[in-house]
C-alpha cells in the first residue's frame, strides 16, 4: 500500500475534501467508495471523485491534490476488498477523538456505503438472507440518535462502538467476497 495513503489523517482529509468543493466527511466518502467497489460498480474510480468534489478549474492546484489523493485512496481501498488477508478497514477518526464524533463518523461511512451500494441497483447487491439481514442492519444504523450517547466516556460506549465497527467491517467484507462469487 502506498505509504502516503496509510498517513494521511482524517482531519487532513477533511480540509481537503472541503477545499476542493466536497460537502462529504472522509468517512462518508470512504463509505461511498466501498459501496460502489463493494458491487463492483462499473467506473466507480468517475463516479467517486464526481460524486465527491466539484469539477475543477484548470490550473487548480488544490483540486488536482485532492484528486491525486482521491486516486491513491481508491487504489487502498480497492485493493483491500480484493485481499483475502482481512486488510480492509474503515476510515474513522482516530481513537483519541470524542465517542460522539467517532459515532457520528460511522453512521456517516455506513450512509456513504448504503449509497454506493444503492448506485448500482438492487440487481448489482449479492442475494442471501445474511446479506439482507446485514443491509437492515446498516439501514437500522443510520437511524441511530447518536446525540443521545453521553458526551464523557463510557467504557461501555467504547466497547459498543468498538464492535459495531467490526460488524460494519465484518459485514462489508463479506458483501464484497459474495458479490466477486456470484460474479465469478
Request: aromatic letters at 6%; hydrophobic letters at 40%.
Amino acid at each position: 500500500m502506498p505509504k502516503s495513503v496509510i498517513t494521511v489523517s482524517y482531519a487532513r482529509r477533511a480540509k481537503l475534501l472541503a477545499a476542493a468543493g466536497g460537502d462529504v466527511s472522509p468517512a462518508e466518502a470512504d463509505g461511498l467508495l466501498s459501496g460502489l467497489l463493494g458491487i463492483g460498480y462499473p467506473q466507480a474510480a468517475e463516479c467517486w471523485v464526481a460524486e465527491l468534489i466539484e469539477t475543477p478549474e484548470e490550473g487548480d492546484v488544490l483540486a488536482a491534490e485532492c484528486a491525486s489523493e482521491l486516486r491513491l485512496w481508491f487504489q487502498v481501498v480497492e485493493k483491500a476488498l480484493q485481499d483475502d488477508s482481512f486488510s480492509f478497514t474503515l476510515f474513522l477518526p482516530p481513537d483519541e477523538e470524542p465517542l460522539l464524533e467517532r459515532a457520528r463518523a460511522l453512521k456517516e461511512w455506513v450512509e456513504g456505503y448504503l449509497y454506493g451500494l444503492g448506485l448500482g441497483g438492487k440487481k448489482a447487491l449479492p442475494q442471501g438472507d445474511d446479506i439482507r439481514e446485514g443491509l437492515r442492519d446498516l439501514s437500522d444504523l443510520t437511524r441511530m440518535d447518536i446525540d443521545a450517547l453521553k458526551e464523557e466516556t463510557d467504557e461501555s460506549n467504547e466497547a459498543a462502538l468498538m464492535q459495531l465497527s467490526e460488524y460494519v467491517r465484518l459485514l462489508v467484507m463479506m458483501i464484497a467476497e459474495e458479490k466477486r462469487h456470484e460474479s465469478n
